[in-house]
């Protein structure tokens, strides 16, 4: 089958992943990291993380099956409102920001920054564009009345949900179930499910993201509150 331009475009999606470290921040980089809230650089060990060869190769690989064009840019800097200064680097550097949904974070947020956290990240990035625009497309619409958190464990086969039981590894609140949900998604281009009597809600949340996703194409998205 031959492939219009726009269908070529969506069978192969283009994924940039650029990491923009200052050395200023040299000083004050720790080897582990147990902040809840950013500093505005990234630690050591993220640092070794994110340059890493490997997780550009994950990051590149799992997100030529979404569909999407994406850029991950983790810039560091404090933090504060400074979209000019992002933007200035994104046309500098070449970044292709129309039709593609750009993503930039700022420093380590106390889990290491594995492949899966950056998704988990692009996940709060999402929520937070959609704070600022409605209309608020929560995931949590797709689950019946009365869903409690503890039953992420019987529906869906991403580690976090498999830690209910784990207090220290457990997810916390509904809004960190959307972003691992988010997580999964762009890991697995899908929601896997435990059981098929769950299809319908995995359909669900997949197209909601899909709604999601849409709004931030073209635009560009903040893991931490940049207003
Ligand atoms: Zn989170």
């Known amino acids: 089958m031959k492939l219009n331009f726009k269908q070529f475009i969506n069978e192969s ?4 992943y650029v990491t923009s470290i200052n050395p200023q921040n040299n000083q004050k980089r720790q080897k582990e ?3 809840e809230s950013s500093l505005g650089y990234f630690s050591k060990k993220d640092i070794k993380i994110i340059t890493n060869p490997k997780t550009t190769r994950i990051l590149k690989e799992k997100l030529k099956n979404i569909g999407y064009n994406i850029n991950i840019l983790l810039y560091e800097k404090s933090k504060g409102n400074y979209t ?13 920001t129309e ?29 937070n564009y959609q704070k600022i625009n409605p209309p608020s497309n929560s995931l949590l619409n797709c689950f019946e009345l009365g869903f409690q958190l503890q039953q992420a ?24 179930l959307e972003n691992e949900l988010i997580a999964e998604f762009l890991w697995n281009a899908k929601i ?11 359909e669900c949340i997949e197209n909601k993201i899909k709604q999601s996703l849409n709004q931030c194409v073209g635009k560009i998205i903040y893991d931490w509150d940049n207003g």
């Open 13 to 16: 999606p283009l994924v940039n």
């Open 33 to 35: 990291y147990d902040q």
């Open 84 to 96: 000019k200064e992002i933007e200035e680097y994104i046309q500098n550097n070449n970044i292709p």
């Open 99 to 127: 039709n593609h949904i750009t993503f930039v974070k700022n420093g380590s947020t106390g889990d290491f920054l594995t492949p899966w956290m950056i998704f988990h990240t692009f996940g709060h990035a999402v929520q």
């Open 153 to 176: 464990k019987n529906l869906f086969m991403f580690k976090s949900a498999q830690n209910m039981d784990v207090p220290t590894k457990r997810i916390i609140d509904f809004a960190e």
């Open 192 to 202: 896997r499910i435990k059981q098929p009597q769950f299809l319908s809600l995995a």
